[in-house]
């Protein structure tokens, strides 16, 4: 992700361990652990973005519901 953003970095911009509160009354918030953001603007997140989230190799089915969750935002 960093040779993304150095290569990129006048398109993109990355946040990592930030909330992504979208419209909590939905329910569409939480922490992810990576955000990619398709404007080069870094003190603040802008649309579109990418969301990565983190799945334990050992347990898989343990990510499966931070998963859904993300991808429902």
Known sequence: ????????S???SLFSGIDFNVDKE????????YIISGSSEQF????PVI???EAK?????SGM?????????
């Open 26 to 33: 939905k329910g569409l918030n939480g922490f992810c652990d």
């Open 57 to 61: 190799n050992e347990n898989i089915n």
């Open 1 to 8: 992700m960093l040779e993304l953003k150095d290569k990129l």
């Open 10 to 12: 006048d398109l993109m």
């Open 44 to 47: 603040y997140l802008e649309v």
């Open 51 to 53: 969301i990565i989230v």
């Open 65 to 73: 519901g931070q998963c859904i969750a993300e991808m429902r935002k």
